[in-house]
């Protein structure tokens, strides 16, 4: 075994590009970042004392864990709950297992040893598994790929069993994933049974299933499954829904199903990212050209349509009923991650910034046990988070997504080391070439801009650092142990300083961190007249918990305003809050008229309120009541 | 037989309340009246000449009417279609028969009698009538009745075999109805089983059976359906959307299914119009106001929601993603219509007319054989009509409307005539004392707000003109026989001319028909910063198709411009076209960006346009292309 395998067998990596020939970046491992700051450690701190565990306890109340144990007949119970909850399991325990990569934890890594032997008890003599398709449903195996998610579930459990071999060494869960992929490569392939999921996923999992045990046919059948969209007659009948309307090549716009479409993407990126004449690349790019510059909400958000939890058309971005599935903004941090490894381009990391801020973190609650499956950016105070869902598809997802985020932060090369967020951490990285790289980041980021590398550890040659400058901050300036802005180049949205690195040499970087109006493309309806205010990473909204003498449906934002910004301690969490004057009109004036000749009621006297505005994932956090991110604008008030 | 029963038994009304001692005003059946106008009369005409005979068309090479052979044994076939199929077959002959009312015509008389002879033979023994559930079905009969619709099939056979009773006298339909109705009222009631359908529908079918035959059963079912709903436990889990969620009598907001809960409001109107203790009143009036003032389109058309086909919250009015069904629209006028006799006031009949131009009509194209089902009130061009739907609920539901339209112009008491809406028509009127009324109308309505009436024939006694002065009308003035304003008085928004009339006597009632802008109550996120153009009953659009130099979606309407209007003979079957100058927006400036800092984009430059409406109703008629009702206001140009 060479020491690369050995290294990539033994570190816990959120996809594992370390010997992808087409990628730019090589990721680092989960545990080679500790988290030290004040917004995300104490996040990721309740995920895994509150929020992993209680999920644990909702699986176990809600029969999800009994469906194993009735496949494996040690209970004589009905199958319980939806026909798709086997994956709920697999993503809990691949939160668990990205968990115990960072925070070793043996009551954990114990349960999550019991869930896997029971996941092991019920696998089938074949390597098939699936608790749904089990006794009086087994002749229905593999008979409705387009509805019943079992290559789904299975794509979750692949992704689960590698995180748990990467971050614990044991095979027990990966060799349970190796049998299943040999079942859905025995059954499915060129020769075999045409085939793939309705629900995409499993794409993604074979090839880090392939990654991490050499396989090359799960790989194969990754990309065998990817092409199986969109042939003539469809295997869905080419249905936009399922993505089945245009083989994936020719895909230039998301549609149907977010989650399915976004989970699609991270597939055929992790097929690109292994082979050099895959075709699909063009797509991928098409694709994000499309999300960004006609589907997508200002959180990063993605998905409108409450029917069919879908993409809408071109523009189509309503703000009370959006959709925006917290699973769908997820799916989009996963894709954007792959796209930055492949590409080492930095607008993926700046929408893999926006997404996880503004559009996977409103889904969790500030005590880590309520979660939002829809995400509006309008509402009247009936949306509430909730402790479960009968689809529970979301919860587990956050979980795993915090749970291995130390991850998504840097990237190395051989001569190279990228910065993509910016975060208070401790980070000892190991290049490819085996030598360390460590260092410390200052900074109260996301409240403030300014940031300060320590160099720890270099090799004693030169190293190329790469910064992002997001694309929020209106300018960015550095310095070198005090030295403003010496050698430095600029790739895409990096600054790049390359020296040999010195412990103790110290790089400060100042990324201009100022309030913002945001408008939107004319035709999106939604937000005509109106703006979304933004500071650094984070979108705001207006909440009615902080305006006692208005209705925030009712409040509108002069064109002058100044914003001043101060940071709450004791607020959501500690929040910087923004503040400026604006105006507030009554309809109680309508007298209940929903329709009025113009200009009879537009002409409504206003009152001065002042505005309060606090960061957009916060929300939902206090007493019910109206909320809203996108602003009324109003003539200037001087 | 009395001289009563005899002329509600060979009369054709659209609902029969000339022995509802609830209502205020009794109909006139739907040949008394013969429209001659251009705007109506085409329409019935192309509804009998094309609509009709397509209809019952597709309904065969659909299997439709082979559903009905299956079931009596004539064709050994599979069921084809949708569980509910069998509804379209009797909508259809609805339809035929409300246009035999009118039009006598034997050909189309014997295909709707051999339909009839297709459904009487697929009857079976103890009067049950359903051809889905047949055969391998038959064990499923009222097992579900959440969702199978079979009640819901059941009224609108009724309403079909009373219309065909009271249109040709025949009484081979009404059997079949009677001895479907016995089996329900066998089945269901108090004593017998609980229960009622999903789909509401077959409450105004009973109500209306009763009439048509006298047995009270028939209207003691219907009430106890009604009943049904909202009780502990709920019949339909309690949910919203089959308004199972309070008992009828303490609904006060339209929820769920927007044509379920408008057909049971009509329903419930039908028999609060015959039971003096029914406690459904008051929750009819609040329900009214609900829609009124919180969930319709300006117009008329209810049900914003693509998910469910149902109401949404307060304000929430999608323009793009209406989904306000044909059906709906057709429901409320049909309701409306119910309240209108009931309470005799002017706002009912006020919402029936801008439903019925502006949700109703644009359900069907101008050449008579096309349908929308859902109805936008902005669009990309991508929304057409089509020839046939696999649920097509809205066709023939149009046709039947369009068939006994005539029937709702005008109503009749024992001293009174009430008008209601306008068209160039004759009326022979029967007054309950067996009197005769009889008048012609001249007008160029929905054009011209100028009307003249002359009698004809009136009784030797004083009676009471009632005039309805529309809600769009700023002023209304008349005269009788050429003096402005006589002896008057005002009952709500009618004006009363009370006179013993002499043929040849002439009314003339101008009313104020101007081009007016409409705004939106603030809290309807949709309409921030628009305006919607009304010119009578009348709402505009602007459609791409008149706009060269402008995609409509980027033109924005001055508030000071002034609209010339025309009427354009040659223009979608002849329309009023208002013209006015406005601005025009290039967001090609935006370079495909979707989100940018306030103000760049929003200081682009603009081009003048001339901006053409055209009634909403005749939208999508010509070549596709971007539409709105809804146009962006723009300041002053002066």
New interface residues.
């Given amino acids: 075994m060479s020491e690369t395998e050995n290294l990539a067998k033994t570190r816990a990596f959120v996809v594992d590009t370390t010997r992808s020939q087409q990628c730019t970046w090589k990721p680092v491992a989960i545990d080679d970042v500790q988290l030290t700051d004040a917004f995300w450690e104490p996040r990721i701190r309740r995920n895994r004392e509150l929020t992993i565990p209680s999920q644990l306890q909702q699986c176990e109340e809600t029969g999800r864990i009994d469906n194993f144990r009735r496949a494996s007949g040690k209970k004589d119970l009905p199958f319980q709950g939806i026909f798709f909850n086997d994956s709920d399991i697999y993503k809990w325990a691949d939160a668990a297992a990205n968990s115990l990569a960072a925070f070793p934890d043996p009551d954990l890594d114990a349960k999550l040893d019991a869930v896997i032997q029971e996941i092991a008890d019920a696998q089938q003599p074949d390597g098939y598994l699936n608790t749904y398709f089990m006794f009086e449903r087994e002749k229905e195996r593999f008979t409705n790929l387009k509805d019943m998610h079992e290559i789904y579930c299975a794509g979750h459990l692949f992704q689960a069993a590698v995180a748990h071999y990467r971050a614990t060494g044991k095979s027990s869960f990966l060799n349970i994933a190796k049998r299943l992929a040999d079942c859905l490569d025995n059954t499915f392939g060129p020769g075999k049974r045409s085939g793939a999921c309705g629900h995409e996923e499993a794409e993604m999992g074979l090839v880090e299933l392939y990654r991490a045990t050499g396989e090359r046919r799960y790989l194969e059948l990754a990309d065998f499954m990817v092409q199986q969209r969109g042939m003539t007659p469809g295997l869905f009948g080419n249905s936009k829904y399922h993505q089945d309307h245009l083989p994936f090549a020719e895909q230039t716009e998301f549609v149907g199903h977010a989650v399915r479409h976004l989970y699609l993407a991270c597939g055929a990126t992790d097929i690109v990212s292994e082979k050099p004449d895959s075709p699909y690349r063009g797509a991928l790019e098409a694709l994000w050209?499309n999300l960004?510059?006609?589907r997508?909400y200002?959180t990063g958000g993605a998905g409108s349509?409450?029917?069919g939890e879908a993409f809408?058309?071109?523009?189509?971005l309503?703000?009370?009923?959006a959709y925006t599935e917290t699973c769908a903004a997820i799916g989009s941090v996963m894709w954007n991650w792959r796209m930055l490894l492949l590409t080492g381009e930095a607008k993926y990391a700046d929408l893999m910034e926006t997404t996880l801020y503004n559009a996977v973190l409103p889904g969790l609650s500030l005590d880590g046990m309520h979660y939002f499956y829809q995400n509006p950016l309008?509402d009247?105070g009936?949306h509430r988070r909730q402790a479960w869902f009968g689809c529970a598809c979301c919860p587990p997802n956050v979980a795993r997504l915090l749970a291995s985020l130390s991850g998504y932060f840097y990237t190395v090369g051989s001569d190279r080391v990228g910065v993509h967020l910016y975060a208070n951490s401790s980070a000892n990285l190991t290049l490819p070439t085996g030598d360390s790289f460590a260092f410390g980041v200052e900074t109260q980021f996301p409240w403030d801009g300014h940031v300060a590398f320590t160099v720890r550890e270099a090799p004693a040659r030169p190293v190329r650092l790469h910064l992002r400058t997001p694309w929020w901050a209106e300018s960015a300036s550095f310095a070198v142990n005090g030295q403003l802005e010496g050698e430095w180049e600029v790739e895409g949205d990096y600054i790049v300083i390359e020296r040999e690195w010195k412990a103790g040499d110290v790089v400060t970087l100042d990324l201009e961190m100022t309030v913002?109006?945001?408008?939107?493309?004319?035709?999106?309806?939604?937000n005509?007249?109106?703006?979304?205010i933004q500071r650094g990473p984070l979108i705001y909204c207006v909440e009615q918990a902080d305006h006692p003498t208005a209705d925030v449906?009712?409040i509108a934002l002069p064109?002058d305003g100044e914003f001043s910004a101060e940071f709450v301690a004791d607020l959501l969490g500690g929040v910087t809050v923004l503040r400026t004057q604006g105006v507030a009109?009554d309809?109680s004036e309508?007298e209940?008229?929903?329709?009025?000749?113009?200009?009879?009621?537009?002409e409504m006297e206003t009152h001065l309120v002042e505005i309060v505005a606090v960061p957009y994932f916060a929300w939902a956090n206090r007493e019910a009541g109206p909320m809203q991110v996108w602003i009324?604008?109003a003539s200037p008030m001087s």
């Fill in positions: 050209d960004t510059r006609r997508m200002v349509r409450w029917e809408g058309n071109d523009y189509e309503p703000n009370d009923r309008a009247r009936s913002q109006r945001v408008e939107t493309h004319p035709h999106v309806l939604a005509r007249g109106r703006v979304a449906w009712d064109d009109s309809p309508w209940g008229a929903l329709y009025a000749p113009y200009l009879r009621h537009s009324p604008t």
